[in-house]
Every structure is written in C-alpha cells, then in structure tokens.
C-alpha cells in the first residue's frame, strides 16, 4: 500500500513542469517580483560591463597614441593647435585644460601672471575629477548588484517557502507531489541572486582595477605636465 501511494505521487510529481518559465510562472506575485528584478538587474550589469570592457580600452589605446605625441619632441603649442578643437579622449582633455589655464595666463605684456602656477594646478587637477567620475561612473551599480542581489533572492527563497508550506497546510498533504514544485520555485530566487551577483562582483574588481590604473595615468601626465609649464611659465616670468 505504502509502495503504491508513493509509486502515485512519484508519478505526480513528474507530470509537473519544473523549467524556469513553468516555475516563474506558478510562483506568486512577490517572488515574480523579486525574480523579474533579478533578471533586469542581472542583464543592466551584463550590459554596463561590456560598455565598460569597450570603453576602457579605447581610452587605454588613446593615452597610449597621446603620449607618444607628447613625449615625441613636437611644440606644445602646436600639439594644442590639432587636439584643442576637439579633444576626445581624457588625457587629451587634460592637457587641453592646462594649455588654456597657461595661454590665459600672459599678460598683455607678455608677461606671466602672478600665481600662474597654482591656477595652472588647479586646472589640471579639475579636469582629472571630471574625467575620472566619468570613467568611474556606474561601476557603483555593479557593486550594488554584486552585494544585495543574494540577499533578494534569499528573500524570494524565503517567501516562496513560506507560502509552499501554507500549501502543504492547506491540503493536509506532505508527499512530493504537494512539497517539490513550492520549494522549486523558491530556489530560483536564490539562483537568480548568485547569478546576478557572481559575474557583477567579478567585473566590478577588475573594472574598478582598470579605472584606478586610468586615473593614475591622467594624474602622473598631470603632474609631468605642471612641471613643465612651470619651467616654461618661470622663465617667462624671468
């Protein structure tokens, strides 16, 4: 008797769809919720890192081919005559930005200006800012995501439990026809949280890497760069 009823609910339970649509669709309206998040966010943080993968390396490339030109011997000014028009990446943005503050700077004497040189800093320095929040920019999703996506899901793991046990109350019955396709649908959410967080804190570490390692770059050029408009507004001061 005991081998037939469970040979019934054996049979039972394999009638019921367990693919992931079948399961999102038979969970309740607060873990669809919870999944539907995870999935959105899971995608957005897909979506920001390939933008960011790209991103980084174009400006990678661009600091490289800017360096070259600015290490190869080449007038300054004239190296500004062809970027000042439209500067595109960040390191060409910052020299721009020190080459305006230094050509502001002379007098119509052609004299420098007292202070020159701390404005010319000053300059430099907010430009860096402006381009390293935006080379930073959105990677505070990614570690959003990576951090509180498991605890969404275990939230939805943990509702849809709650309501799968209120099933089994509810019918009186404990066989794994009845418990099986509730516990299911809740493990997902917890699935879904690992599966958004796991690739977001990844990328999130060596996208944050890469950005460190750009913002360093912008502030050693900076600072090589002050250097040299002091000499130069030193000797124009002399």
Excluded: C, H
């Excluded at 390293?132 to 990614?142: H, N, S």
């Excluded at 570690?143 to 019918?171: C, D, M, R």
Aim: hydrophobic content about 50%; charged content about 20%; proline content about 2%.
């Amino acid at each position: 008797m005991e081998t037939e009823v469970l040979a019934a609910a054996g049979a039972t339970a394999a009638e019921v769809d367990f693919s992931l649509t079948a399961l999102f669709l038979r969970a309740t309206i607060t873990v669809k919720i919870v999944m539907a998040m995870l999935i959105v966010a899971s995608f957005w943080s897909w979506a920001i890192i390939i933008d960011k993968l790209v991103a980084y390396r174009k400006l990678q490339r661009e600091t490289t081919m800017f360096e070259e030109a600015f290490w190869s011997g080449q007038p300054l000014d004239q190296l500004f005559d062809r970027v000042s028009k439209n500067p595109r990446s960040a390191i060409e943005k910052v020299f721009v930005a020190g080459m305006v503050e230094f050509r502001r700077s002379f007098a119509r004497s052609g004299q420098m200006t007292a202070g020159a040189t701390q404005r010319i800093e000053r300059a430099l320095n907010v430009a860096i800012a402006r381009e390293d929040d935006k080379i930073q920019r959105r990677l505070t999703f990614l570690a959003t995501v990576g951090s509180i996506s498991p605890f969404v899901g275990l939230f939805g793991t943990v509702w849809g439990i709650k309501n799968a046990f209120e099933e089994i109350a509810i019918q009186q019955n404990t066989n794994l026809a009845t418990v099986a396709p509730g516990i299911a649908e809740a493990l997902v959410a917890t699935a879904l949280g690992l599966l958004a967080a796991i690739p977001a804190v990844i990328f999130f570490n060596k996208l944050n890497s890469d950005a460190n390692q750009l913002g360093g770059a912008l502030e050693n050029f900076a600072d090589e760069f002050g250097v040299i408009l002091s000499r130069q507004s030193d000797s124009k001061a002399g």
